[in-house]
């Protein structure tokens, strides 16, 4: 647990991919480990309902402070990763970091300009989170000022064909690219597909890093490896079929073949919490 929360702060977000085309066909650990920059450069005009949450004072201000990732679901509304907001993470309870906010609009974090810095008002931490196994990973943010309303973006109910096995799904994020703590300044995204429940169970069927559970978690990535998220994308949207499905959470390493990406499923964030609507 430790080790994944130190991971987490230490590096920011972002969208790894690795060279799938090595993985065709070997079977294997060389070719899994040959994690490389992939993914591809996006505006955030292309995903307006992407944000960065920030902190300068406690990550520094080169990166606007970016730290982890967040999906605004209203227009005061973000979702996150509940680790994000881990006291090892932020080096104490959220409310006592005063400079929180969440930057949406913004392409270039190296900028500071574009878009817009929202403060945050209020966090919620789903109190069900469990470090140990990754269970649970979400949080709420309540923002001081409302986003634009083209910002926001819908989120999958159960049942949704976007959960379908074998769909295409887009990541995105400021995390890192190459899975040795390269952070880009820019926003990137990667193409992956959502994978069966099995993948998933088979690799994290209980250890250190946590336990797949296939009712509040979602698998994704690619089965050969290549393409997925990494540290610093924590907490950011897996979208399908313009909906959003799944939160940046966790994996072991990033773009492994066997190891796929491990999402927090949206319908179980909002059976969580009663909410209906889309
Ligand atoms: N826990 C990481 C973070 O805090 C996200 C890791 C996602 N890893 C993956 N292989 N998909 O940013």
Known sequence: ???R???ALARPLVVAAAVSALSVGSSG???ADRVVIGGFPVDASESPWTVALSSRDRFGGTRAGQFCGGVAVGRSTVLTAAHCLDKEVLGGPPERVRDLRVISGRTD???DRGGQEVAVRDTWVNPAYDGASNAGDFAVLTLAEPLPADSVIGMAVGGDPAYAVGGAATVYGWGDVSGAGEYPNSLRAARVHVLPDALCEEAYPGDAD???DARSMLCAGEATGGRDACQGDSGGPL???GRLIGLVSWGIG???AGSP???MRVSDIMRTLGWTRA
Request: positive net charge.
């Open 210 to 212: 946590g336990v797949y």
């Open 254 to 256: 990033c773009g492994r």
């Open 261 to 263: 990406g491990v999402y």
């Open 29 to 31: 650990p060389v070719a």
């Open 239 to 241: 979208v399908a079929q």
């Open 5 to 7: 929360f130190a991971r």
């Open 109 to 111: 974090l190296l900028s």
């Open 1 to 3: 647990m430790r080790r």
